[in-house]
């Protein structure tokens, strides 16, 4: 296994709409499941620097529990204000044996979003 995968092991016990929080290395990573499917993605609100992994899942949304900031766990993006941008996102494989992340995905821009059709508009 590459240095950029990250194997988390059997998440059998990870049930449909629950989240967990995974600590790995300089990451905090947090791994749900939504309709049998799971997703992986940055612990960390790009709103207010807070753990999402304490926040709630509703379907494909992660919200905050701060400021209710939402966030698709699917592509990263964000739902609306508070936040302006997303939040990174990180391919995963499920198997037999266990699920694999791929830490390799690029980083975000904080500046993404910004000017974009449901981003923030820089008026000055």
Do not use: W
């Amino acid at each position: 296994m590459d240095d950029h995968r990250v194997e988390l092991g059997d998440t059998g016990d990870l049930g449909d709409g629950q989240l967990r929080y995974c600590d790995i290395g300089d990451h905090g990573v947090v791994v749900c499941r939504v309709k049998g499917e799971v997703f992986a993605l940055e612990d960390n609100c790009s709103h207010a620097d807070t753990p999402l992994s304490q926040g709630s899942l509703s379907g494909y949304m992660l919200t905050c529990p701060l400021h209710g900031a939402q966030f698709d766990v699917r592509d990263g993006s964000h739902g609306g204000p508070p936040a302006y941008v997303g939040v990174r996102t990180y391919p995963v494989e499920e198997s037999e044996t266990g699920v694999v992340i791929d830490m390799s995905a690029p980083d975000v821009d904080p500046d993404d979003g910004f000017g974009q059709p449901g981003g923030m508009f820089r008026t000055r």
